[in-house]
């Protein structure tokens, strides 16, 4: 008896349908397992090198953001400069002017006080020539008096 006479092909063909089934079943579960680690392996090493690029990108971002803040900041700063400076010598300027003034200010005091000194020293030699008539007054009246002082003494005398 052959094999292939007792049973039919068709059952054969079943029988071993389903055994390559599930031999190929639990091949490609495995097969799905030991890849799906791979796979999650893969995912978290690309995940990685995305965050790792997006943090270089964001590193020159900000390494760009601050060189611009820096440029910002220098060109503030000359600006600034700038304008002190010219604030100083718009100081410096009304220093010069506000010495001038003072200067021209010093000069009409010192004008003045000469003036004043003159004035007094003219003063001082009109009570002076003023001291000296009344001296000459006093001195004539002084001998007024002492003339009337002998005539009264000739008079009661007489008398």
Not at 6 to 32: D, G, M, T
Not at 109 to 133: C, G, P, S, T, Y
């Amino acid at each position: 008896m052959n094999v292939e006479e007792s049973v039919p092909i068709a059952q054969i063909e079943e029988v071993v349908a389903k055994a390559v089934e599930s031999r190929l079943q639990q091949a490609v579960e495995e097969y799905v397992k030991r890849n799906e680690l791979r796979f999650k392996e893969l995912s978290l090493i690309d995940r990685t090198v995305r965050v790792e690029e997006e943090l270089r990108s964001l590193r020159e971002m900000s390494e760009r953001r601050f060189e611009v803040i820096d440029k910002r900041f220098e060109a503030l700063q000359r600006e600034m400069n700038a304008r002190f400076e010219t604030v100083d010598k718009r100081f410096e300027a009304l220093q010069r002017e506000m010495n001038a003034r003072f200067e021209t200010v010093d000069k009409r005091f010192e004008a003045l006080q000469r003036e004043m000194n003159a004035r007094f020293e003219a003063v001082d030699k009109r009570f002076e020539a003023m001291d000296k008539r009344f001296e000459s007054l006093q001195r004539e009246m002084n001998a007024r008096f002492v003339a009337m002082d002998k005539r009264f003494s000739a008079i009661q005398w007489m008398i």
